[in-house]
Each structure stands twice: as structure tokens, then as C-alpha cells.
Nanobody
Framework: QVQLVDSGGGLAQPGGSLTLSCAAS????????IGWFRQDPGREREGVAC?????????YYANSGKGRFTISRDSAKNTVYLQMSSLTSEDTGVYYC????????????????WGQGTQVTVSS
């Protein structure tokens, strides 16, 4: 069983940056696909950035985050990160990290374990 704890959200100004963290316990994340998802009120959860297990290393970015977001993992810390830059109000939402055994197209249903979510608000 994998336990995930999200952190790093907060208030950022347009054009600013934030780095989200997701600390894992109960299993080594290297063997899992990992992902970051955003959910806005009244909308379905959607994939922002996903990464295949370490032996593969493939990544996926939603169009909204390409060139601005970077997903990474630190195997020694068993932690996943999402670096976000050039933030806009459209990036506001609750961000969830997730881990799953399948590597696909960054769909929420592909992921088995979820963090509790961290709120990101981009506003001046």
C-alpha cells in the first residue's frame, strides 16, 4: 500500500512559480507511474503531468503545462515534484499526486493511490 502526502501549494502571483512535493511511504515509487492532476470546482480531475516508472522514464504533459511545468522524482527521498512556472489564473485548482502500476495516457483511472491534494491559487 502506497501512502502519498502532497504539499507545496499556496498563493502565487501571475508569472510566478511554485514547486509541489509528494512524499511517498509504504513502497518505492521507482516502480510506479506517477502523476499530478488538477481538479477545479465542478469539473473532473485532469492530468497535468505524468511520468513512467524509472526504468522507462517517459513523460507526458498536458498542453496547458508544456514548457512551464516539469515533473520529476527523487528516488533517494521517495518524493515526486511538480515545478510550475509562468503561472496564470488558469492554473488555479487543487493538485493531487498519484501513483499507479500502469503507464498510459495520464488518465486518473490509471492511478491507484492518491495524495490528499494541495490548493494552488494564482492571483494578484
Amino acid at each position: 500500500q502506497v501512502q502519498l502526502v502532497d504539499s507545496g501549494g499556496g498563493l502565487a502571483q501571475p508569472g510566478g512559480s511554485l514547486t509541489l512535493s509528494c512524499a511517498a511511504s509504504g513502497a518505492t515509487l521507482d516502480q510506479y507511474a506517477i502523476g499530478w492532476f488538477r481538479q477545479d470546482p465542478g469539473r473532473e480531475r485532469e492530468g497535468v503531468a505524468c511520468m513512467a516508472p524509472t526504468h522507462d522514464g517517459s513523460t507526458y504533459y498536458a498542453n496547458s503545462g508544456k514548457g512551464r511545468f516539469t515533473i520529476s522524482r527523487d528516488s533517494a527521498k521517495n518524493t515526486v515534484y511538480l515545478q510550475m512556472s509562468s503561472l496564470t489564473s488558469e492554473d488555479t485548482g487543487v493538485y493531487y499526486c498519484a501513483a499507479g502500476r500502469l503507464w498510459g495516457a495520464c488518465w486518473p483511472y490509471e492511478y491507484d493511490y492518491w495524495g490528499q491534494g494541495t490548493q494552488v491559487t494564482v492571483s494578484s
